[in-house]
């Protein structure tokens, strides 16, 4: 059975989770994790709690928190367990990047080159790419003219409401800011439950 003073204890001194990753497989860090903690008492505990007076709501608000905490940890153990192999993605992601924008940069100028010749060829008839196939082979691969719908944005006022979409971060930033009048929106007050944990 879980036992939330003896989780609150170990989390006090930081030795729930203490587990070592280096050289684990993700098998046995999963089996270790599962063995360190188990959860099923704990859910079942807190879904079958019921809050009926003061001190079962007080029993409600201290499992809540001590559920946070374990979270916490919990999250803590997994970014110290990646930590690394996140240093090592960021670093091979940075020098990939910079290749690929170099490679995209030859890419993108070679093709409106292409697309300038074959034009020019076109309108003076001195292409058989163009009057005959519309495509062209080389050893790598071939190059087809192809048509196709694209779109461009000429007055965002005219633009159909079903084409549109709200940019939630912009308005939950405004409200911080002390906005308070949007047209088409309704902003009030909720009260919610903040809790916060006591270390």
Same mark, same amino acid.
């Given at each position: 059975?879980?036992?939330?003073?003896?989780?609150?204890?170990?989390?006090?001194?930081?030795?729930?989770?203490?587990?070592?990753?280096? $050289? =684990?497989?993700?098998?046995?860090?999963?089996?270790?994790?599962?063995?360190?903690? &188990?959860?099923?008492?704990?859910?079942?505990?807190?879904?079958?709690?019921?809050? !009926?007076?003061?001190?079962?709501?007080?029993?409600?608000?201290?499992?809540?928190?001590?559920? +946070?905490?374990?979270?916490?940890?919990? &999250?803590?153990?997994?970014?110290?367990?990646? +930590?690394?192999?996140?240093?090592?993605?960021?670093?091979?992601?940075?020098?990939?990047?910079?290749?690929?924008?170099?490679?995209?940069? #030859?890419?993108?100028?070679?093709?409106?080159?292409?697309?300038?010749?074959?034009?020019?060829?076109?309108?003076?008839?001195?292409?058989?790419?163009?009057?005959?196939?519309?495509?062209?082979?080389?050893? &790598?691969?071939?190059?087809?003219?192809?048509?196709?719908?694209?779109?461009?944005?000429?007055?965002?006022?005219?633009?159909?409401? !079903?084409?549109?979409?709200?940019?939630?971060?912009?308005?939950?930033?405004?409200?911080?800011? $002390?906005? +308070?009048?949007?047209? $088409?929106?309704? #902003?009030?007050?909720?009260?919610?439950?903040? =809790?916060?944990?006591?270390?």
């Amino acid at each position: 059975m879980f036992d939330f003073e003896e989780a609150n204890e170990a989390i006090k001194k930081n030795e729930l989770l203490n587990i070592e990753a280096g $050289g =684990m497989t993700i098998e046995q860090a999963t089996q270790l994790l599962v063995k360190k903690l &188990d959860l099923t008492p704990l859910i079942s505990k807190a879904s079958n709690h019921a809050i !009926e007076n003061e001190e079962s709501a007080s029993q409600a608000l201290s499992m809540s928190l001590q559920a +946070r905490k374990i979270r916490k940890q919990l &999250d803590e153990t997994r970014l110290s367990i990646i +930590r690394p192999h996140l240093d090592f993605q960021k670093a091979i992601n940075k020098i990939v990047k910079e290749y690929e924008a170099k490679l995209e940069e #030859i890419e993108t100028n070679l093709k409106m080159k292409l697309d300038t010749y074959l034009q020019q060829s076109a309108s003076t008839n001195n292409s058989s790419f163009i009057a005959q196939s519309k495509e062209m082979f080389v050893e &790598d691969g071939k190059l087809t003219k192809v048509k196709k719908w694209v779109w461009e944005l000429e007055n965002e006022t005219l633009v159909p409401r !079903e084409y549109l979409c709200l940019d939630t971060k912009k308005i939950d930033e405004a409200i911080k800011q $002390g906005v +308070r009048n949007i047209p $088409g929106l309704k #902003i009030f007050e909720k009260e919610e439950i903040s =809790m916060r944990i006591k270390n």
